[in-house]
């Protein structure tokens, strides 16, 4: 039954944020050099890099920035070393943050990112914290005005391209997987001719919390600012805030 998606109001809103494409390019860059590096730089042998490209043209990010960050990746161009951590604590109200981050320093990255949480009412907490309220999973996202399908022939086509999961809102398809399926899935239905608003592996969490207009407007300035920081790639946490707030605050 289509209906109203928590998962959804996060996702638009970051989108939101992602609309500075400089930084963002650069962040995707990041991202498609760690998968290169880890995993060589053949999509077709490396499904983390097939997946990092694939969000980078969603994106529409250039080609050759794609083929700039492989390079780097590989020896064929010269480039600075990157390192991949996950910080985790809380924010506002005890809402479950995790912060993911490709730096070539990690004690200056370190430092930054404690600095948002104390700034914004939160702290950092060890490792392990809060990763255990959050499950990785494929993310896809199809448009419902672009599609004649109806909920129960979307659901049909999902389960036949081997997804875990579909949500209906008034707005989209939201349809979940297993992480090492993602890419299976999405060339499933591409090739049903189905198109993506988002397409992603992250992170969703088991439980939301709930917060009023007061600790909402605190927890998205601690987003807003680790989201401006060049070194963080994502922002994973389990807010729960009406639309209508969310909205305002926007």
Not at 184 to 210: N, Q, R, W
Request: hydrophobic share 35%; net charge negative.
């Amino acid at each position: 039954m289509a209906g109203h998606s928590k998962w959804s109001n996060i996702k638009h809103r970051k989108g939101a944020q992602d609309a500075k494409r400089g930084k963002l390019f650069m962040k995707l860059a990041r991202e498609i050099f760690m998968a290169a590096k880890q995993g060589g730089g053949d999509e077709e042998t490396n499904p983390a890099l097939r997946i990092a490209a694939d969000k980078a043209r969603s994106n529409n990010m250039p080609k050759d920035n794609i083929e700039r960050a492989v390079k780097k990746a590989t020896g064929d161009l010269e480039g600075v070393n990157y390192e991949e951590f996950t910080y985790e604590g809380y924010g506002p109200g005890g809402v479950a943050v995790m912060v993911k981050v490709l730096t070539d320093n990690k004690n200056r990255t370190a430092g930054e990112v404690r600095h948002a949480f104390s700034k914004n009412d939160g702290n950092l907490g060890e490792n392990g914290c809060v990763a255990f309220m959050f499950n990785r999973s494929g993310y896809l996202v199809i448009d419902r005005s672009t599609t004649e399908a109806d909920e129960e022939a979307m659901m049909l086509e999902v389960i036949e391209a081997g997804a875990e999961e579909m949500e209906t809102t008034e707005e989209s398809f939201e349809i979940y997987t297993e992480p090492e399926t993602f890419s299976d899935v999405k060339a499933s239905l591409e090739e049903s001719g189905y198109t993506f608003s988002t397409s992603e592996v992250t992170m969703i969490p088991e439980t939301y919390t709930e917060l009023e207009e007061e600790g909402v407007e605190k927890m998205l300035k601690l987003i807003d600012m680790l989201e401006d920081n060049d070194d963080v790639q994502e922002v994973y946490h389990n807010l729960d805030a009406d639309e209508a707030v969310l909205e305002k605050l926007s």
